[in-house]
C-alpha cells in the first residue's frame, strides 16, 4: 500500500482539527468527509487483499462475501479489476461472471456508475468469461456429463463412425473431430472397421487421426486374420503417421505376427515414447528389453505371445547399464525358454519392480533364484504360471472354484508346476523384499507331483500375521509343517488344498480347526492340468473324508458363531452321506461348489441333496455351483432356488427341466448353463424362461 495515502491521511487530520480550533466549520466538513472516504479506501484495500489470501488458499465463499460486503470507495475499480483478474487466470469463468454482477450492483447501490465508460473494464472481463465459457463447451461438451456416463459414451463411439458422418455434411463431421479431440482419450483401431465402411482409405478418416492424436490417452490396435495385407498396411500407416504425444497406454494385439512388422510397432512405440506409461503387446515377438530402451518411463509392461506362432528367443541385448526405475509391473508369457543371462540381465535393470509375472511351458526356474540375488528389493507379487484366462471358467472367482484371483492381494507368491520349489526357496523369496514377510497375504503353491514336496520341514516355522490365503498341497512327510503353518497365521481365511494329493487327517484338519476367520475351504483331488482337469483324472482314489466330516461337524456345533461361509469339494470320490448332511448343518454357509460323477458313496448325489418335499440344501445358500456330478433328470434340479445357480457339464438335463426350475424359484437373480448335453438342451432359450427371467431381473448365460 502506497506510503502517500497516509501522508494525506494526515494532512486531511489536521486540517480537520484547524478548522475546528479556527471554529470554521465548512474547513472542518470538507476535510473530515475527505479523510473518511480516504480512511474508506484504506479500508477497502486491506479487505482486497484478505480477498488476494483467500482465492490463493482456493476459497472462493469466503473471498466473494468480503467483495460483496465492501461499502462505497472511490478505489473498488481497481481493486474489482485486479481481483477478476485472478478469477481469469485460474479459469473461474463462472465465478468471474457472477463477481462481474455483484460487482456492478454494488456500484449501482452505491451511485458510482456515472457513466458507461466507469464500468467498461468489468463489462469487457465479463464478456471474455462468457467467450471462454462458450469455446470450452464447443471443444469438450462431454466433460458437463457424469465420468461414467462420458465413458460409456466414449467406449460405444468408433473413430470410423466419425469419419462415416452418415447423412451430414462435412462441417458438421469436422464439428465432431474437433469436439472430440479433447475429450476423446480412447480410440481402438480393429476389425470391423472393414465391415462397416471402406473409409480405412479416405483422406477424412486420416484427417480425423490427425485431430485426435493430441487428445489421444489410450490407442488400442487390433488387426484379425481376415485382413489382407494393403488393409493392415493402410492400419499400420495411419497409426504410425502422426504422433500421439500424450498417450498414456498403447496395446497393439494381433492374431498373425508376420501381418504387424516389428519395425512398425517400434516406431509406434517411439513416436510416444515420452508420455507412455504402459504398453500391452500380444502376438509380436518383443523382448521387455527391447520395448523398455524405446520407452524407459514405461510404469506396467506386458507382453503376451500368440501360441501359433513360430518362436525364437529374444537376441540377448549387449552389455548396459541402463536402469528403469519407473517399471513396477511386468508380465511376459513365451513359449520359449529364455537363457539365464536375460533374466540376469533384466531384473539388475528393474530396480523399482513390484510386481512380476511369466507364463511359460518352457519356464527357465533358474529365474526364481535369480529373483532373491537380483530382484528389487520392492517386490509384492510374484507369479509363475498363475492359471491363465482359459481357466477362468473354473479358477476364477471364489463363488465358484478353487483358485482365488490373487491380484487383489498386495503382497503374493504364486507359484504354479514348479519342480525345484522347495521350503528354502520360498522362505528366500519372502525374505527377499523390504515389507514382504511382515505383509505377505496369499501363498499360492502348486507343484507337479508329490515329489515337489520334498524337504519341506524348514518351512513349519514359517509364520506371517497378515497371511489371509494359501493354497497348498501335501503329502505325509509335510502334513506336520503344513499343519504347523497354519497354526502359524491365525489370519488365514482361505484354505485351499489343490491338488490333492494326499487325505487331509486330523492332523492338517485339527489346524485348520483352530483359524478364528476362516470363511473358505477348498478341496480339489484333480490335475492342475486343463485337459486332465476335464478327463476327470486325479492324484488318488482311496479318499477318507473322517478328517473332513469332524472338521464340518466342528463348525456346525459352533452354530452362529461359525464364520465359514464357503466350501467346495471337487472331484474327491466316496463321500459318506452323513458328511454332506453335516455340511448343511453350518449356519453361516452362503456358497457351495460340488463337482464328480462319483462324489457320494454308493448312491446319487442328487438323492442327498433333495427330499420328498423339497431341497435339503442350507436355506441361506446363496450361490450354488455343480459341475459334473452325472446323469441329471428334471427333478433333480425343480427345487434348487437360489440367488446364483451354475449347472456345468451335467449330462440328462433338459430344457423342460429348466424351464421347471425357474419357474419354481423364488430367489433366482443369475442363472448359468454351460458344457450341459447338447442332445437334451437346446440351442435357443425357450420363450417362456427368457420371458419368466426379464420380468424377474434374471440373468442368464
Not at 449501482?108 to 468469461?129: F, V
Request: glycine share 2%; hydrophobic share 35%; proline share 4%.
Amino acid at each position: 500500500m502506497a506510503p502517500s495515502i497516509f501522508h494525506e491521511l494526515i494532512t486531511l487530520l489536521n486540517k480537520t482539527e484547524e478548522g475546528l480550533d479556527n471554529q470554521n466549520f465548512e474547513i472542518l466538513e470538507e476535510h473530515s468527509t475527505k479523510a473518511l472516504r480516504t480512511l474508506k479506501d484504506i479500508e477497502t484495500k486491506i479487505q482486497f487483499l484478505r480477498v488476494k489470501a483467500y482465492l490463493q488458499r482456493g476459497n472462493f465463499n469466503k473471498a466473494r462475501a468480503i467483495v460483496q460486503s465492501i461499502q462505497k470507495t472511490p478505489s473498488i475499480q481497481e481493486d474489482s479489476v485486479q481481483f477478476i483478474g485472478m478469477l481469469m487466470k485460474k479459469e473461474k469463468y463462472v465465478e468471474v461472471i457472477e463477481m462481474c454482477d455483484v460487482l456492478k450492483q454494488v456500484k449501482e447501490n452505491q451511485g458510482q456508475l456515472q457513466n458507461e465508460e466507469e464500468s467498461d473494464e468489468i463489462a469487457e472481463l465479463r464478456q471474455k468469461a462468457v467467450d471462454k465459457i462458450e469455446i470450452r463447451d464447443q471443444i469438450d461438451i462431454m466433460t458437463k456429463l457424469p465420468f461414467d456416463i462420458r465413458t460409456l459414451i466414449l467406449d460405444q463411439l468408433d473413430l470410423i463412425d466419425i469419419s462415416n458422418g452418415i447423412h451430414v455434411s462435412k462441417s458438421w463431421r469436422k464439428n465432431i473431430c474437433d469436439s472430440s479431440a479433447t475429450s476423446r482419450q480412447n480410440v481402438i483401431l480393429h476389425h470391423e472397421m472393414k465391415e462397416k465402411t471402406e473409409s480405412l482409405f479416405s483422406p477424412f478418416f486420416k484427417y480425423s487421426i490427425g485431430l485426435l492424436s493430441n487428445g489421444v490417452k489410450r490407442l488400442q490396435i487390433s488387426t484379425p486374420s481376415s485382413w489382407d495385407n494393403e488393409e493392415i498396411k493402410a492400419l499400420i500407416d495411419i497409426s504410425t503417421s502422426v504422433s500421439f504425444n500424450n498417450l498414456r497406454v498403447l496395446t497393439i494385439e494381433t492374431e498373425f505376427i508376420p501381418q504387424f512388422p516389428i519395425e512398425q510397432a517400434k516406431r509406434l512405440l517411439q513416436s510416444s515414447c515420452h508420455s507412455l506409461e504402459e504398453v500391452y503387446i500380444y502376438g509380436i515377438t518383443l523382448g521387455c528389453n527391447e520395448v523398455l530402451d524405446i520407452c524407459p518411463n514405461l510404469k506396467r509392461l506386458e507382453l503376451r505371445e500368440q501360441y501359433s506362432t513360430h518362436h525364437e528367443p529374444p537376441k540377448r541385448l549387449k552389455q548396459s547399464s541402463s536402469q528403469y526405475p519407473s517399471l513396477t509391473y511386468l508380465h511376459v508369457s513365451t513359449q520359449v525358454e529364455y537363457e539365464t543371462e536375460f533374466y540376469e540381465e533384466t531384473l539388475k535393470r528393474l530396480t523399482h519392480l513390484q510386481k512380476v509375472s511369466f507364463q511359460s511351458v518352457k519356464f527357465n526356474w533358474t529365474f526364481l533364484e535369480l529373483l532373491c540375488q537380483h530382484g528389487s528389493k520392492e517386490l509384492r507379487h510374484i507369479s509363475i504360471n498363475a492359471p491363465p484366462d482359459q481357466y477362468s471358467q473354473y479358477m476364477k472367482n471364489e463363488d465358484d472354484n478353487c483358485t482365488i484371483d490373487t491380484s487383489r492381494y498386495d503382497y503374493v507368491v504364486d507359484v504354479h508346476r514348479c519342480p525345484n520349489m522347495t521350503a528354502t526357496l520360498l522362505l528366500q523369496l519372502v525374505n527377499h523384499s523390504v515389507n514382504m514377510k511382515q505383509k505377505i497375504e496369499a501363498i499360492l503353491l502348486s507343484p507337479e507331483r508329490s515329489s515337489g514336496l520334498d524337504n519341506w520341514s524348514p518351512f513349519q516355522y514359517f509364520t506371517a500375521p497378515c497371511l489371509q490365503y494359501i493354497q497348498f498341497s501335501f503329502n505325509k512327510a509335510t502334513e506336520v509343517a503344513f499343519a504347523n503353518v497354519i497354526r502359524n497365521c491365525p489370519a488365514l481365511e482361505i484354505i485351499n488344498i489343490f491338488p490333492l494329493i494326499e487325505t487331509p487327517s486330523n492332523i492338517i484338519m485339527g489346524a485348520i480347526k483352530t483359524l478364528p476367520v476362516l470363511r473358505s475351504f477348498t478341496v480339489q483331488n484333480s490335475s492342475y492340468d486343463l485337459y486332465d482337469h476335464l478327463h476327470n483324472r486325479r492324484y488318488i482314489t482311496d479318499f477318507n473324508d473322517t478328517a473332513i466330516r469332524d472338521f464340518f461337524t466342528h463348525h456346525a456345533l459352533l452354530d452362529k458363531h461359525s464364520t465359514l461361509q464357503h466350501v467346495s469339494l471337487r472331484y474327491i470320490s466316496s463321500l459318506e452321506p452323513e458328511t454332506l448332511e453335516m455340511l448343511f448343518k453350518i449356519k453361516n454357509l452362503k456358497s457351495l461348489n460340488f463337482a464328480d460323477d462319483e462324489l457320494i458313496n454308493g448312491q446319487s448325489f442328487y438323492s442327498v441333496i433333495n427330499g420328498p418335499d423339497g431341497s435339503l440344501l442350507p436355506n441361506q445358500l446363496e450361490i450354488l455351483v455343480l459341475e459334473d456330478i452325472g446323469i441329471t433328470t428334471d427333478n433333480d434340479v425343480q427345487f434348487l432356488d437360489f440367488s446364483t445357480i451354475k449347472l456345468l457339464m451335467l449330462d440328462g438335463l433338459t430344457t423342460a427341466g429348466l424351464k421347471g426350475m425357474v419357474k419354481n424359484s423364488k430367489r433366482l437373480k443369475k442363472l448359468v448353463v454351460d458344457l450341459c448335453d447338447q442332445k437334451y438342451i437346446q440351442d435357443n432359450i425357450p420363450a417362456e424362461i427368457g420371458d419368466f427371467m426379464k420380468r424377474n431381473n434374471i440373468q442368464f448365460n
